[in-house]
């Protein structure tokens, strides 16, 4: 009896295993995604500038669709306008004639689907990576290579600055933000970590500058897009940027309008 129970037992285990659960995931109306970094690197004129538009996507797509047939361009205080054209209509929307100018005020409008997204940022200034500095015995083992960018802010000034990092190889960046609260004047750094690092590779290091205001974006951002939770955690709220549709304020963008000195540095890991 014992046996004939353990079998039936068994059996129920593994043909329940064999039951599809189909998750109805609910689909919302697709929203514009502004992704509008315009970045002034130094040694360059800064002269060529682009903006992406695209749409949200259900979930399981695999493709994230283009938003094509926009009108997109810049004003800068001088009322000078800078049009952004989308020559390939692949959504990617091209300007060869921006002129960044430091601390001064950038509009972004965008009109789209008789709809207009509009959105404005500061050129902010970049401060330097004085040097990079390798660690080879770091991380809870002590054998992670651990590499740190350092920077010295500037003393009396509020500062934020925004990070990027990304080895070759690797897909997707690590973006990293940081403030000054507590190292107002004094050299800091920049760290950066890989498991899957290799001697040889090639480390591209961004640092931009940041408005106060894309700092705390960003830091939302991270937050919930970080390495954590699970099945049942509850949905994180959605982070706006500071695009507003002028046109239909409820149907708001998705996305930011960034506007940034950019220094970059390439370091070979050793």
């Not at 059996?11 to 659960?21: G, L, T």
């Not at 200034?125 to 002590?142: H, K, L, R």
């Not at 894309?214 to 049942?232: E, I, K, N, R």
Request: hydrophobic share 35%.
């Amino acid at each position: 009896m014992k046996n004939s129970i353990y079998i039936l037992f068994i059996f129920f285990i593994f043909s329940s295993c064999q039951d599809v659960i189909e998750l109805e995931v609910p689909n919302a109306e697709p929203r514009l995604v502004i992704d509008a970094s315009l970045n002034w690197f130094e040694g360059t004129s800064g002269s060529y500038q682009t903006i992406k538009l695209t749409l949200s996507a259900p979930f399981f797509n695999n493709e994230i669709p283009a938003a094509t047939g926009a009108n997109i361009f810049v004003t800068d205080q001088n009322n000078t306008v800078y049009n952004f054209i989308d020559t390939n209509s692949n959504g990617t929307y091209e300007c060869f004639n921006f002129n960044p100018q430091l601390n001064q005020e950038y509009s972004l409008t965008v009109i789209y689907n008789n709809e207009t997204y509009f959105g404005i940022e500061t050129l902010t200034a970049v401060t330097p990576i004085d040097y990079v500095e390798q660690n080879n015995d770091g991380g809870f083992s002590g054998d992670e290579i651990e590499i740190k960018a350092f920077y010295t802010d500037p003393a009396d000034e509020e500062n934020y600055y925004f990070f990027e990092f990304q080895e070759e190889y690797e897909s997707n960046p690590n973006l990293q933000v940081y403030d000054d609260e507590f190292i107002n004047g004094n050299q800091i750094f920049a760290f950066y970590s890989n498991e899957d690092t290799e001697v040889g590779n090639e480390l591209m290091i961004r640092n931009y500058g940041v408005s106060k205001q894309f700092y705390q974006f960003m830091t939302l951002l991270l937050q919930q897009t970080s390495d954590g939770g699970g099945p049942f955690e509850i949905q994180p709220a959605t982070v706006r940027g500071n695009c507003i549709n002028q046109t239909n304020p409820q149907n708001f963008p998705f996305g930011y309008f960034r506007v940034s000195q950019t220094t970059e540095v390439m370091y070979t890991i050793e």
